[in-house]
């Protein structure tokens, strides 16, 4: 109370510029007239008594000060007065000021940058409330080589009724056909239980969504739509409640919209941007029979039950998992090792790009210490050239405390003014920047620079004007000041100590370049290794367009049910598609059977006559191809023969294996004419014989050269998501649209999207890799420019106060070529130093990267030695422009300035 | 010559509250002197510090001081106890007769006095 009672006081007196110096005058006035006279009463003469009264009182000037003090606030007044000198100082030498703030927001700029990606992906991956309560649950046998191979319904139902999970939903993202407006679209359609949305405690903004103790077993009409569906298809119409929605022909009814902001769960960007949403029980038709090894919903969401953690909820899973193999033996034979992970949602939405965003987060801030260390140095220069400032203020009585408070303020407001600029730039460039960001990350919509990504750029310039401020402060406060006014004087070398600084801050930056530069080094091989696999096919020419049948809840209905149903309409699609201008090869095939589409396609594979050890039956790579694809793709035969058109709906089944399975399976034996049966969503029960085995192409993922993979023939069975490719010379622009003319001619209901050409899928699949490489490369350069920017400026202060010495030493004979191999010298050895120790950083980086590289080892000689001996190049061509000055100094010239 | 010992830290503060307390309002000068004599000229107060003091105190809200004429008819601030700085003055003076107490025992202990 007391405190603050005179805090505001004191705060309204500094912000009004209130003074009563006139009432202290007149008091102390008054104080000396009583003295006096008391003294005078005591009889001494007018002239002892004045100076008695005096001397009581004590130094006026003294009780001026204090009660200034009192009056204000010192504190604030005392900063204000620093920023006033720091604002002059700074404007006094406008290129350092420039060059200091223009690092700072380099450095700063970049590393918010990144920070503000990674805030979006990694700190906040999820939009839900109480989202670390969210997991996916996964089962794993991996007995069988399966990891996370799907839920039963059996399954659900039980973790439902454990009292783990408050809510347990399965979703499975499959897609339908949209017809009614103009364009039939193709669009992102996921089965979920009705508790789904009370599992992510997300509310419409719109209608309602769906009943969570809803215990419809099969479908239930109704459909939460998205705000982007609802604004695409229905031009955000407000009276949407209770339309009717035509999804593959049957007639849905929309009970409400998301909110705009809502981005579905999912591990692709596919499933986050779902479109539609209905509510199904999973157990009755058109869901196959719910039986404890179909596993046929590809994953489930959980909310695990309030007050527990995931670790206490996976371990009475792990439990229950227990109890229900020894109840169901059958279901889960010992071997095939069933067990159930809970993944964070979290997690399971960041996957794989954690690695990578640390990585830049880490090289960023490279960038940034390097940054820091660069401006500290500049500072340190000035420092010695205020030397003698700094002295005189000392000597005439500032305290060291206040002159640490004066630097620290000027390089305070050096750093503050150099993230200002770092956000203005980052604002500036945002566009720029995102174009930059694959999309494969998640939530890269939601990349904002937001508050708290404010408040780390404040924190980087507070902590860099400290810490490059701190150390020149400090020792520009223990100078001797004897020394430097007497040495000041006649202008000659700094103190040894702060050379000594001046290398070791040089050092250090030298050798944090060389890790950032290995790591650029290093990705930069991996990158061009995996860019240069042979890819085993040939994507030139071909482009693929994907359309997509529709499959009704009523198999009566559909119209493409059987083999021979559809095998009609593929082959007329594959007829017009070959008459298209350019087009010199057509095929179709799976959404499966796009190289590098990364979807998996993971089906049982069944051998004949072979005894699996009861391990059930391996998962391999399955898809559906017509009989031109391998030809068009330029996938070579290796035995047996291709898919031929005689394969048809009426023919035996046939299959082709690649040369990885057969080599897997059949290591001993020729695979051509041994029968296999495949197992998986599109559950094919008979068998097939395989007729052909081919060569290994990177088509599943180009770090991978052996994938086993198999190949069922087109006709021969069904399938609702099909790909076109065709091969020649096209228009990139206006295959799409013939596509579209020449499928929608055979059926105008069916959508055609998704063009794409196959070199571009290849780099594609890239993108993330050359984000992160390009990413640390461009922070590598500039962490080079940087480290030669300190060298130089090093060197040629070194240069400058050893003028007078290179023109002793040139008077004393020695030669230019002396001189310039001298300060060479010293730029080399700074290099060698900071490469020593920088190599040791570059070691313990690129084992800690290891998961990012490809092809390359963590220790490769040769981007060790190339990148050491690029850094040392640069620090040599950084010295040679002061060396050259060194050499050309005119010996009398620089005896006489003496 | 043996100096005086000067105004321990902080209880000038007390001093010149009790001061005013018990002698009504007073103008610096006045207060400087009582002190001196109180103490029986045992202390010297470097009369120039009060001045700054007599501010935060006002600023603490402990005592007020208005214009006013002095004993010769001059202009003078005259300062005065508040009743915020009595209940201060009231608390202080507990305070400094516990610690005295307290240091007085100890130096009345002698060794059989310990159990």
Known sequence: ????????????????????????????????????????????????????????????????????????????????????????????????????????????????AIFSVVDATLLHPLSYPRSDQLVRIEDDLPGAGALDAGLSVPELKDFQRSGIF??????????????????????????????????????????????PHDETPGFNLEVVISDGLWRRAFGGDP????????????????????????????????????????????AAVPFPPPV???????????RIAPGMTVATAQSRVDALVASLQKQYPADYPIQSAWSVRLVPLKESVVGNVRQSLLLLQGAV?????????????????????????????????????????????????????GGLAGIAILFATKGLLLRMVPDSLPRVSDISINWSVLLFALFLSVLAGILFGLAPALQASRLNLTAKLKVEGRGATGSGEQARTRRVLVVTEFALSLVLMIAAGLLLRSFWDVFNVG??????????????????????????????QEAVFLREMLRRSRTLPGVEEAAVGSIASVPLNHSRNLNE????????????????????VSPGYFHLLGIPLLHGRLFTDQDNENAPEVAIVNEALARAWWPNDNPVGKRVKLNGLSAATSWATVVGVIADARTESLEEAHVPQIYECLFQGTNDELVLFVRGRLDPARIADEARVAVQSINPELPVFGAMTLPGVVSGSLSQRRFSMEGVLLFALTALFLAALGIYGTISYLVNERTHEIGIRLALGATRTNILGMILRQGLELAIAGSAAGLVG????????????????????????????????????????????AMRVDPLMALRNE | MKEKPDVLQGTLALMVLKTLDVLGPQHGWGIARRIEQISGDLLAVNQGTLYPLLLKLEHEGSIASEWGASENNRRARFYRITVTGRKQLQTETRDWEQTAAIIARFFEVKAEDLP
């Open chain 1, 842 to 885: 570059a070691l313990i980086v690129s084992h800690l990267m290891a998961g990012l590289l490809y092809g390359v080892s963590p220790t490769d000689p040769l981007t060790f030695i190339g990148v050491t001996l690029v850094l040392t190049a640069a620090a040599l061509a950084a010295s040679y422009i002061p060396a050259m000055r």
């Open chain 1, 605 to 624: 594979l069944i051998l004949e006559g072979r005894d699996l050890r009861g391990n059930g039956p391996p998962l391999v790579e399955a898809s559906t």
């Open chain 1, 239 to 282: 009276h949407i409640l209770g339309k009717c929605l035509r999804l593959d022909g049957d007639a849905y009814h929309v009970v409400g919209v998301l909110p705009a902001g809502f981005r579905d769960e999912g591990r692709t960007t596919e499933e986050r941007n779902n479109d539609v949403w209905a509510a199904a029980g999973f």
């Open chain 1, 166 to 211: 408050q809510y347990v939903s399965g979703d499975w993202s499959i897609s339908g056909n949209l017809t009614g407006s103009s364009q039939p679209l193709r669009i992102p359609f996921k089965m979920v239980a009705p508790n789904y949305f009370a599992l992510l405690g997300v509310n419409p903004q719109l209608g309602r969504t769906f009943d």
């Open chain 1, 1 to 112: 109370m007391k405190f603050l009672r005179r805090f505001f006081i004191r705060l309204s007196n500094f912000t009004t510029g209130r003074r009563t110096e006139q009432r202290l005058q007149e008091e102390m006035a008054e104080h000396l007239a009583l003295q006096t006279e008391e003294n005078l009463r005591a009889g001494m003469s007018s002239v002892e008594a004045r100076r008695q009264a005096a001397l009581k009182l004590g130094s006026a000037p003294a009780i001026r000060e204090d009660h200034h003090a009192e009056q204000g606030l010192p504190l604030i007044e005392n900063f204000l007065f620093d920023l006033k000198y720091a604002v002059r100082m700074l404007r006094r030498a406008p290129g350092f000021s420039l060059i200091a703030i223009a690092i700072m927001a380099l450095g700063i700029g970049a590393t918010t």
């Open chain 1, 365 to 417: 801030g490279l960038v940034l210490l390097i940054g820091y260390v660069n401006v500290a140095n500049l500072l340190l220069a000035r420092a010695s050239a205020r030397g003698r400032e700094i002295a005189v203020r000392q000597a005439l009585g500032a305290a060291r405390s206040r002159l640490v408070r004066q630097l620290l303020t000027e390089s305070l407001l050096l750093s503050l003014l």
């Open chain 1, 535 to 564: 890819l085993g096919f040939n994507p030139q020419n071909v482009m693929a367009v994907r359309t997509r049948l529709p499959v009704p809840n009523d198999p009566k209905t559909n119209i493409y049910g059987t083999a021979a």
């Open chain 1, 292 to 302: 404890r090894n179909s596993r046929f919903t590809p994953g489930a969401v959980a």
